[in-house]
Structures are given as C-alpha cells and as structure tokens.
C-alpha cells in the first residue's frame, strides 16, 4: 500500500464475529433524494460497506424499500413518523444524529441532518464506526461541530511550491485547471469531508495577486465546483496592495474610494465565478507583507474595507494576528497583544482574528497565545500549524494532537477559572458570537501518501476531528485513526498508540527542552543552529531566543525582564512568574536560568538539559523497535517507510542533541555527565553544516 486511501482504506474487516454481526446488522442502504451530495453518500457507503462487510450492498430511493439503512435528511418522507425531526432541532446546519429504531417492527439504522451535508457527515461517522469495529445495534449518535469554520490553511504557492511544504509539490496544478479535473481533488474532498472539515484556504499567506486575476479566478471556480458537493468551501488570501499590482491604482490605502471600490467590483466579480466563496484570509503587515499600516491606517481599516467588500455575499475576512515590527525593539511575544487588544470591538461583524497557538511561532512547545481571553468583542480563529516546519517536517514521527490539545485546554482564566482556549475560540463566552472557527497550516501535497511521513497524515486527522469536536482526547483520535489506517489488532493498538502519544514529548526533549525555542537553522529551519547570530533582524537569531551566557540560559519574561507575562491573565501567570514554581516544561521561555539552579529531579540545569537531550535522542530507538514489533500487522511497503524514516529521525535526534549541547556547553563550561556516551563529532562539525537545497530555503 502506498497510503494513498489514508483513513477511508475500507479493507475486509478481520474480525470473524464483528464482520458475522455486520453482516447480519447490514444489508443495504435506502437514500431520501438524488441530489449530488446524496448521490455521493450512497456511493460512499456502498463502496466503503461492500468492501469492509465483503458482500454487495444494494442503494435505492425507493420509500417501500426495507434496506437496514436510511440516510434522508429530516424533511425526508423516508423519516415520517420517527423522532427524527424533534433530535435535529438541536443539531443545526451541521450536526448529524445516527439512530438505531424500529420501523414498522423492522430494525433500521437512520442517519440524519438538516442537510445533505449533516448528512453525509453522519455517513463518514458511520463508517468509522464499522471501521474501527464499534457495537452497531443500539445507536444514539447526535453530533454537533463545536465550531463552525474548520479550515486548512494551504500555504501554496501559485508556481506549485509550497511554503513549508514536505510532502512534495501544491494539489493543485493551475496549468491543467480548469479543463483537467484530476480525480484527486475529489479524494482530497472525500477526505477533509469524513472528518468535517468544511473550508480550504488554497492559496499561501504570503500571497500572490495573480490568483485575483480572470484567469485564475475560472481556475478556482473550477475547484470550488469539484468541492462543492463534499460541503467544501473555498477561500483565498488577499494580497493587500493587489489594486495596485492588477488594479493598476496608485495606492492600496484602504480609506482611499478608489481602492474600497475596486475591491468591491473585485469581490463581486469572483461571487460571479465562485457563489458561495467563503472570503479571504490576509497575512498583512507582517514579514515584508503590504499591508494598511503602509498607509498609516490600522489594521481594522485594511479588515474592515475587505469585509465591508465581502458582506453582501455573506463572506468573512480572517485576519492575521501573526504580526511582529521591524522597528520595534520589543520582545516579539508581546507584539501581536500590544497590537491587536486595542482594536478589540473595532472590527466589523463579519472579521475573525486568526491567532497562532503560541506568540511566537508553532514552536515544539509554546505557552498559549495571550491574546486567548484577550479580546472578548472579536471572533477568534485558531491557526495551528499541521505542516511539521518546527517538529521534524518530513522525517520525524510526531504526532501532533497532545500539542493541539495542550493549548486547547489551557487555562485563560479570562472569565475565571476554566476559561479554556478551547471555549474562547467555540463562542461559550459570548452568545451572540457568530463566528466561530479553527484551522490548521494544511501539511499536503502530491506525494502518494499525501502527506509525506505516513505518519503525519495522522495530524491532518487530528486536526479535523478537534476541529469539529475540540472535547475528543488526542489518545481516542490516535486510536480511531490507526484503527483505520493500519489495523484493530489489541495488539498492534496498544504498541503504535503510545508510540504516537510520546512521540511530540519525545521531539520536544531531543530538540528544544524545558522551554527552549527557535534554535532551529536559518530559513529551511530544518535541524538545530543555536549558535546563529547574524540575522538582519534580532529576533530572528536564535541567540536571541535562549540568550546563553555565563551565567544561565533561557528569556527572562517577567516583570524583572520583557514582561510578557503581564500579557496573561493574573491566575494564568501564577503557573509561571516564579522561577521557583514555574512549570519545568516551559521555565526556559519565561526565565534565565543559572545553570547550577537546581531542578525538581535533584539535577542541576545544566545536567537536566543533558539529561533531555539524551533520553529524548535515546526514546527514538524505542520508538524504532516498537514499530519493529508492528511488522506483522503492518503492510510491508509502509511498514519499510516508517522503518526508514525513524532511522533518518534517530540520526536526526542525535545531531539536535550534539549541537545543542555542545554549543551551550561552550556557555555552561560544564562537562557532559560522563554515563553518556560523549558527541562524536565537534562543535565546528555541526556548524559547518550546510543545506542549501532544503525544503523552505
Ligand atoms: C512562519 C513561517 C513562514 C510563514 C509565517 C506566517 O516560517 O514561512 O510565512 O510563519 O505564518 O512560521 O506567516
């Protein structure tokens, strides 16, 4: 297999009493409408039941038909009669119910929404449940998203490159649109609907004003149409001064008439190509992009020209908070707050604010993002990042859901104790909040396997699932996920899930421990490079970052140093203000740390970091004869490109551990505890290294 099928593989299910028990639960599917998004339902379930249950699975319209299954929506007079329409009063435009009743004394199985779309959300909910094997014979299902935009974020770029890409080039190929649809837009469709996600941004923030031109424009329609049936929106990013670049205006001031009116007839004209277009997301006035401070204007100027363009047609505009200045000499952490808070409750209705995690940059481990909690008058937006840039790109085995999960539920404490990120961003704060969303930094391209590391198709997972229900713990996706990709062995369960589970901890302690950040190289940011001090600007040096000296290690974020901490609420800071107290796995991003200051295990810092560093480096070789221990219930062509890929990791952890610590040592001048084995190769070795040809370069 080249893990092409991701999660929808639908093999014959092994289990003889399961797959006996199917059969019998299971004989066809009855289908209320043949619009397009039906049509795709049944032929989903049919493929995907046939296939697993071993046996034809018959689909029909026909209301005297008996087939266990009904997939209708609630008007559906398939349904008169049942409690279907009383349960989808609470289930929205979205949410799906799958119930076990009895029909005319016959036992069925209704999957149900408002929609086509709920329901065909609750046909992929069905098959996960056969997939992974679960009990069938009394369902109660009622499922709801929790937030409404589940999104990825493409960073494509039009040329097919993709910004921090590992998993080959862009799907989509602008040359062969819009004539040639390949089938693989549909698989992708197919995919992000069986976990719910709803919007594609298909184009990179840094972005290019060519895809606002005709041409492309029917390009996009054409992949908006392809996408259409499977509830899939799409958006693009706005370049801010593309009135002036296809405009051929002067300026892109957004108080200036001409350019408000030119992005209206420009809005207008893509609703003509695009009806249901979802909006734009802007990345502006940050890394070099244009933006409305180029005017002197605010960022609720630029946002609220935009929306004001897109409101008509019911579009939103996503703006980004990843914003840091040039000029200022100010902790970068502290920047997108110091910008954004006084412009909450400035923004027009239809603006949603898209804040990273973290205040710095998807780092392997980072606080959450201060501004959670922090502007109660203006829809947030979650941005996770799913493409590995910080955490192994393509080689490394991490699975990101305790990441995603750690800073949903961090506590913001803004409405007291319990105020989750995740209940920021979901709307529990504020009723009349509309707007509602969280998307992720997509991690495809067109490798076969989609995602580049077999492994990292979990995250993509991951991601969806949390999106539509940021309650699911990352243990049960992992679970649901290999269950689906690979096998429902105990056996094998057991062993590849506590891989996945320690697999981010173990990437956080080879590569950037107790806190640490941003030491990677420079640009590509593939590997360790502490020692970088030569950028243009400070804060992008890493050395800025852990600022090593005699003396200790780490940033000093409290009051005695940037400060950010005031950033937090009050009860949110407490975990972290005191050296003394501060959570071990964050203290060196908010403190300087002496390096004979003593940790709780009893270690100095010093020999704690030693200690990170290699158990982390030493975990990979568990994690390879785990996976080892899984060849039998693991096809043999993945089953060798994971076994690859952990060795490229191991190599991987070994070069973080010597670089870092060699480097450090160079500020620590103490000796790397003699009971491990000391770095073969010197610190110029590593220095010296060079990839000029890596992915991001
Ligand atoms: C950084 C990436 C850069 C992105 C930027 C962003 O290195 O490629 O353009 O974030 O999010 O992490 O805008």
Known sequence: ETGYDLWLRYQPLQNQTVLTTYRQQISGITLGGNAETMKIIGEELQHGLSAMLQKKITVTNKS???????????????????EVKKLLAQTGEEGFIILSQNINGQKRIIISGNTDKAVLYGAFHFLRLIQTEQAIHNLQVVSVPKVKLRMLNHWDNMNRTVERGYAGFSLWNWHTLPGYIDPRYIDYARANASIGINGTVLTNVNANATILTKNYLEKVKALADAFRPYGIKVYLTAR??????????????????????????????????????????????????????????????????????????????????????AEK???????????????????NKNVMVQVKNGAIDFMPREPFHPLFGAMPKTPLMMEFQVTQEYLGQATNLVYLGPLFKECLEADTYTNGKGSTVAKVLDGSFNKAQTLTGITGVANIGNDINWCGHPFAQANWYAMGRLAWDHSLSAERIAEEWLRMTYSNHPAFLQTASKLMMESRETYVQYSNPIGLHHIMGTGHHYGPAPWVSNLNRPDWNPVYYHKADSIGIGFNRTATGSNALEQYHPEARKIWENMNTCEEKNLLWFHHVPWTFKMKSGRNLWDELCFNYYTGAEKVKTMQQAWAGLEPYVDKQRHDQVRMLLNVQYDEAIWWRNACLLYFQTFSKKPIPANYPQPDKTLEYYKSLRFPLAPGN
């Open 64 to 82: 005297s038909s008996t087939a266990s299954l009904i997939a209708a929506t609630g008007i559906s007079p398939l349904l008169a009669g049942t």
């Open 240 to 325: 801010f001064s593309a009135p002036i670049e296809i405009g051929g205006l002067k300026t892109a001031d957004p108080l200036d008439e001409k350019v408000r009116q030119w992005w209206k007839d420009k809005v207008k004209e893509i609703y003509q190509y695009v009806p249901d277009f979802g909006g734009f997301v802007v990345k502006a006035n940050s890394e070099g992009q244009p933006g409305p401070q180029d005017y002197k204007r605010s960022h609720t100027d630029g946002a609220n020209m935009l929306a004001e363009a897109v409101a008509p047609f019911n579009g939103i505009i996503m703006w980004r908070a990843f914003v840091y200045s």
């Open 329 to 347: 000499n100010v902790d970068r952490h502290k920047q997108a707050y110091d910008e954004f808070v006084p412009l909450d409750g400035s923004f």
